[in-house]
């Protein structure tokens, strides 16, 4: 039975494309067998690679669950406001030409791999380089959740295709599925054969982005359909989705949403290169000049960010796929369910697997990543001594344990919100700026202060968080009420810590204190 | 100091911060191009602009000490 143009054809080409795609991920995983210790080396796509395809492989990377599942999710379901997309990446990728090229630096010069390599020596302190490896490790799990959510959304609507029943049960079995295969996957491919077939997905990616926003809206009247049919059936899909009475605003943005438009916005931008993986991949980049201009180049793969956000409205001219959206309840099955109803069987086939291995590759890569990362810089911190065998081991224990965190994640943050799940991990992980980001600045922060300012962040981000959402029982915002108008609260949590953190480095300063690190200035800045 | 590439990205940055926060003159349903309001096209064709404004800061501003 064909839901759409979801038939055998599709199911077929989708499952054809797996095996090829996990027969490559478990044969590289055994070629050139490397140092598992050795974080960097699954960087070297970036080895020998120019500056246009340094570019490709980090922008493509950008393209995960969260381009494809959870900004068209919250476009749909919210309206203008989940366009802060659009800035967040062009901001972003200014902060991280502000940072990584002097993160980048500095590592070479001193063989540093994680950030927290980087903390420890420059504020000769272990507990503050202890603190900013949980927190990345804390903040990666909701963003693998996010990746579980954008597989369960393509084999949900594959199931729903295949046996033409679209209920909620078939969203949990495909909960189940995506799940079983990412631990699969980890297990069977390493970190090697998961950065290896990043290449594939990649290639799968580009190609369907570039065939889905061009086809679609040629072929569905453009966004003036869109935009027509949404003024008149958005009142029906919020109460669908949200059960509220009311229009959904997608022409233009409320004004009174502005302070959050820009804080979420500037809050994310301040996150996006916190994140190990981030940091991971630009750290693994051989030259500093490629990483530059590559980096400089990436707001133009936002352009492909923002047209998939609009997907989120284009949903509107396409009134079979909104009506499944609607059956399901569930925002998160926007793009499958457009793509279903667009495009032919074959197509829908190949757009979903790209899909569904955008979210897997990254999900098994940020995995296993924390897992070294909580071995290196936490674990080891504590047990010197701890021999490769054991570490490795332990990384693989810890890395299946996180999948079953992440998992948890999922039952908290309800599907059409899974954006929330990005958010969350960038209230946490925009707590280590002061001293990774200011770290890379100066070195007048005194160790014990940004410590007690991450410690103040984290605990006022997470009652922020609570009393934000008190009244909804499941995390559905970000947004803390102030006097300015609702402010993303990663913003609110790092202003409090920046304040502990300065004010604190300052009273050091006139108690005595002066800054004792084990970087020189230009270790920082030029490459010796 | 070799900080002049860092001080120039700093204003590239803010530059950027501007040109996407003038809501006033974007936020708004018309004119529309293609079915696309203001709101949408405006902010889309500043990450070309964007692009440019880095790649110029990158390109143009050499940072000293870099082996090249």
Do not use: C
């Not at chain 1, 010197?384 to 943050?413: H, M, Q, Y």
């Not at chain 1, 934000?468 to 609260?489: D, M, Q, R």
């Amino acid at each position: 039975m064909a839901l759409g143009n979801i038939d055998t054809v599709s199911v077929a080409v989708f499952v054809v494309l797996f095996a090829i795609f996990a027969f490559l991920g478990f044969w590289a995983s055994r070629w050139r067998k490397g140092d598992l210790s050795k974080i960097d080396e699954w960087g070297l796509g970036g080895r020998r690679l120019g500056w246009l395809l340094v570019w490709f492989l980090m922008g493509a990377d950008l393209f995960t669950a969260y381009t494809f599942i959870a900004v068209p999710s919250g476009m749909l379901a919210n309206g203008a406001f989940y366009f802060f997309a659009v800035p967040y990446v062009a901001w972003g990728f200014a902060i991280a030409l502000l940072t990584m090229p002097r993160l980048w630096t500095v590592s070479k010069n001193k063989g540093y791999v994680t950030a927290s390599d980087f903390v420890k020596d420059r504020f000769n302190s272990k507990s503050l380089a202890i603190a900013v490896a949980l927190t990345g490790v804390v903040a990666e799990l909701p963003y693998i959740a996010l990746q579980i959510i954008g597989m369960q959304a393509v084999l949900a609507v594959l199931l729903v295709g295949l046996t033409g029943v679209a209920s909620k049960t078939v969203l949990d079995v495909a909960l189940v599925l995506a799940f079983i295969v990412l631990a699969l996957f980890t297990f069977t491919s390493g970190l090697r054969g998961a950065a290896l077939t990043g290449v594939m997905k990649d290639i799968l990616i580009w190609i369907t982005v570039l065939t889905v926003i061009v086809y679609v809206p040629l072929a569905y009247g453009g966004f003036a359909a869109a935009f027509n049919n949404a003024l008149h059936n958005s009142v029906t899909v919020n109460y669908a989705i949200n059960h509220v009475k009311k229009p959904i605003p997608y022409s233009f943005l409320p004004p009174t949403l502005i302070p959050a438009y820009f804080s979420t916005a500037l809050g994310s931008a301040l996150a996006l290169y916190l994140y190990p993986h981030a940091i991971n991949g630009s750290l693994s980049s051989e030259d500093k000049n490629k990483l530059k201009l590559g980096t400089s180049i990436l707001p133009v793969y936002g352009v492909g960010l923002a047209l998939l956000a609009l997907f989120g409205i284009l949903i509107y001219a396409v009134p079979s796929a909104l009506a499944l959206v609607v059956k399901l309840a569930n925002g998160a099955v926007t793009v499958p369910a457009l793509v279903a109803f667009t495009m032919p069987d074959w197509f829908v086939g190949l757009a979903f697997l790209a899909i569904f291995i955008g979210g897997l590759v990254p999900a098994a890569i940020m995995a296993i990543g924390v897992a070294n990362l909580l071995v290196r810089n936490v674990i080891k911190e504590f047990k010197k001594d701890l021999d490769p065998r054991t570490e490795s081991t332990l990384a693989k224990i810890i890395s299946t344990i996180f999948k079953f965190v992440a998992l948890g994640f999922v039952f908290v943050v309800p599907a059409t919100y899974a954006i929330q799940l990005q958010l969350l991990g960038g209230i946490l992980i925009s707590q280590t700026l002061p001293p990774v980001f200011l770290g890379l600045y100066t070195k007048r922060l005194n160790g014990y202060a940004t410590f007690a300012g991450w410690g103040a962040g984290i605990l006022s981000a997470i009652a922020l968080i609570v009393e934000a959402n008190a009244k909804f029982g499941v995390i559905k915002t970000s947004l803390f009420s102030t006097p300015l108008g609702p402010i993303y609260i990663a913003i609110i949590a790092l202003a409090i810590n920046l304040a502990v953190s300065v004010v604190g480095s300052a009273i050091a300063s006139m108690a005595g204190w002066r800054p004792e690190t084990k970087i020189k200035e230009e270790e920082i800045t030029k490459e010796m | 100091m070799n900080g002049k590439f860092y001080i120039a990205m700093g204003i590239a940055f803010l530059i950027d911060i501007i040109i996407y926060s003038i809501f006033p003159y974007f936020n708004t349903a018309t004119p529309s191009i293609g079915g696309l309001t203001l709101f949408y096209s405006y902010q889309i064709i500043l990450l070309l602009v964007s692009t440019i404004l880095f790649a110029a800061v990158v390109l143009v501003v050499r940072e000293n000490g870099s082996k090249r």
